[in-house]
């Protein structure tokens, strides 16, 4: 190989001096008359310049006395004459600057001719001509496209053999067509349409259309059975183009299997009427001590038409998507009048050991029986009719919510430092044992359940689980 490069080197090198040599003997042959011819027509300027002078003198003078048509004749035999006596020259000039052109003609087509054509490598892949390529590399590098294409398989470049040629330059190719042409001549691979189905193969085809004939078959025969629904598939399916080993592209889809790995969706269209919950406003008056709370307008709620495509699978809904919704019934909000005036010598603030008023809408006047009072009553009981709010005094941790015989339904919260304060008589207890309430939390209901008389809550302070008078922590010193 490296023979035949230093013997074509030689050939070219010798072939070039050979034309350099001519094209300078020519040069000098053609260019001395030129050069002289044209220093002669510098120094013979003023010369011909006058003579132009004369000629359109004597053209004037004739139009004036003989008329424009004799002057013209004039002035063309002449200007004939004057030609006639530089055709010689001009002959002489182009004999000698024949060669020059020829050569230099010769070198031009000899130059285009090396420049059009160039020494490549036709690349045979498994016997076929897949294209010509300048280097080895690139056909590495088309191979590493192709198996950057192929899908679900692994691709490996065999019989690739390699001939040195000397081709038109235009028809070079670059590693991409290289690889389209292995593509197309392969008969390992093959340009196809992969189905997958929630990340599984499940049909190969060389045209799409096939694949997607066969999902709107499926999706078909359910729409026949199921006339007044939306067919679709809960699936994740996707089609991705590429190059399939051949073995796994068919002409036609196996049905039954792609059918067997499909999930339907039925999708139907419902219209109903849906609640639209009332919100709440509270309200701040001052006149009134703090804890009460009194509704001043009641909410309403509202209602609207739901429009939504909901949607199946195995009869189990898995999704709604809402169309459209028409307000039927505007919701009224609930307006709440909460006060806000401290109680006499008690504190809404969560500091020192004054504890929150439990009842709503009452206070000092409503309790009926304090601590002791003649007969070892162990609370103070505050009264309030039936289903009163009743809140938390203090934060603190629901530790019992339960019946006994005296209290009726009653309920412990624990707030630290061997403090806790006992509810008892309820008509019912919102709260949860184990729950963390804070500071005027609603939590139960005024009843008169257990041994009581009247509708009221009998409200406990013990310290180390001992009852104690509740007044002061209250802020009731009179």
Request: hydrophobic fraction near 40%; include cysteine; aromatic fraction near 10%.
């Amino acid at each position: 190989m490296s023979t035949f490069f230093r013997s074509l080197g030689s050939a070219v090198m010798r072939a070039g001096t050979k034309a350099a040599k001519v094209c300078a003997a020519g040069l000098r042959f053609a260019v001395s008359p030129v050069v002289q011819l044209i220093l002669r027509a510098v120094h013979k300027g003023n010369r011909v310049m006058a003579r132009g002078v004369y000629a359109v003198r004597r053209f004037l003078y004739i139009a004036r006395r003989y008329g424009y048509k004799r002057a013209a004749r004039s002035t063309a035999y002449r200007l004939e004459q004057m030609l006639a006596g530089y055709m010689p020259r001009v002959k002489t000039v182009a004999i000698r600057l024949a060669p020059m052109v020829l050569v230099v003609a010769v070198l031009v087509c000899s130059i285009h001719w090396w420049t059009a054509f160039t020494l490549a490598y036709e690349v045979t892949y498994d016997g076929s001509n897949v294209g010509y390529v300048n280097s080895e590399s690139v056909v590495a590098d088309a191979c590493q496209l192709v198996g950057d294409r192929v899908v679900e398989d692994e691709f490996t470049a065999k019989n690739v053999t390699y001939k040195l040629k000397v081709v038109a330059a235009s028809t070079v190719n670059d590693a991409a067509e290289i690889c389209d042409n292995i593509i197309e001549v392969s008969e390992e691979i093959k340009p196809a349409v992969g189905l997958y189905v929630d990340g599984q193969l499940l049909a190969v085809c060389e045209d799409g259309k096939a694949i997607q004939s066969a999902m709107e078959q499926i999706a078909a025969s359910y729409a026949k059975q199921h006339q007044q629904e939306k067919i679709s598939f809960a699936n994740e399916i996707e089609y991705i183009g590429g190059v399939y080993p051949t073995q796994l592209v068919t002409q036609t889809v196996d049905s039954a299997r792609l059918s067997s790995a499909l999930t339907v969706m039925m999708t139907n269209t419902q219209t109903y009427n849906q609640t639209i919950r009332f919100d709440t406003k509270e309200i701040t008056d001052p006149s009134q001590y703090i804890g009460y709370r009194a509704i001043k307008t009641r909410g309403v709620d509202g209602q609207k038409t739901v429009v939504a495509d909901v949607s199946y699978v195995n009869g189990k809904e898995v999704d709604r998507r809402i169309v459209s919704e028409t307000v039927v019934k505007q919701p009224v909000t609930c307006v709440v009048v909460v006060g806000s005036k401290p109680r006499a010598g008690a504190s809404n603030t969560n500091t020192g050991t004054e504890l929150f008023w439990p009842v709503a809408n009452s206070d000092v006047s409503d309790i009926s029986s304090y601590f002791g009072d003649g007969r070892n009553h162990k609370g103070t009981d505050i009264l309030a009719p039936n289903g009163t709010a009743i809140y938390a005094a203090e934060d603190g941790v629901v530790s019992y919510v339960g019946w006994e015989s005296g209290y009726g339904y009653y309920m412990i919260i624990e707030h630290g430092n061997g403090i806790s304060t006992l509810y008892s008589h309820c008509s019912s207890i919102t709260a949860k044992e184990g729950q963390t309430v804070k500071r005027g939390d609603y939590v139960a209901a005024v009843g008169i359940t257990g041994r009581a008389y009247a509708y009221h809550l009998h409200f406990e302070v013990r310290i180390g689980g001992k009852a104690v008078d509740a007044r002061p922590y209250l802020g009731i010193y009179n």
